[in-house]
């Protein structure tokens, strides 16, 4: 194990592109590399919490003050804090491969108001975390945070983190939100290590989306209705603005859709597919090479 555990979050400026899920693939595909990961859940409605776990393990835990918010509130305190004593008793799996989660807990929406209105609330939350020995006990801590809806919550998974993903569609508003998100001057983004990843990619040549995201079929001399090349540049525009700030990886995702539903319980907790069970039967073991590549590429950068 090393040292110093790397962090990684993942922030987005709209809900749907797919970020929980992303996540959870990245934190199981570490796993399954037979590294030590944690998993935290930093969203006030326990928005990753709730589809991992059966909801009776979820307030069970709850009640044995096992989440993120008791962590913080006992560190107010000048309490002593291992966060061994703070994450759920048994570990989730993906892959069919371990990882340990710390859920966000009921009372993380007024801990967190109190964190950001300290003086330092960066440093102190990067503080919380290394006193609670993430760095002795694991590799990779995940950080799974809300939209860009309340800011602060982004803004402290940033300060925290070494690297950050923010997933998005190649869409006209998806750019522009996320632009937004990126210039806000709260945020304090290392440009270096923050990565855009293109998600849910149309598959027709000729939609100005998909020329965005594979400039080279601009060299097939695509015959292209004047709406699609006029769609295009102003893609290409927030684009060129975007790419400006942060990195894009050099490659996307097809097929990986936003959380819906999930495969029976199985023991206890839910097990996390791949793909969603929207894909129809011929595309899944595309989707799943597909995903494979985009989260070889993420470790890459980590």
Known sequence: MSSLAKRVSFISAPGGVGKTKLALLLTGYLAKQNKKVLFIDLDPTAGASLLLLDETIFENEIEKGHSLADLIDDYMDNKSIDIRDYIIEE????????????????????????????????????????????????????????????????????YVSSTVFIPLRPSLVDLKRTLIMVKNRILKLNTEQTYCIFNQVPTRVQSAEYILVNRKVLNRNLDLPKSTIEEYALLEKYYDKLASRVRFLPIFLKYLLAIERFPPFRRGFKKLELYSEQLIKDEKEIARKNVSEVLEEMIKVL
Request: hydrophobic content about 45%; overall charge negative.
């Open 91 to 158: 570990p989730v799996y993906i892959y069919n491969y371990p990882f340990e989660l710390l859920l966000p807990g009921e009372k993380l929406m007024d801990l967190m108001d109190r964190l950001w209105n300290s003086v330092e609330p960066g440093n102190i939350f990067k503080e919380i975390l290394e006193k609670s020995g993430i760095n002795a006990y694991y590799d990779y801590v995940v950080i799974d945070t809300i939209p860009f809806f309340i800011p602060k919550y982004t803004a402290l998974s940033i």
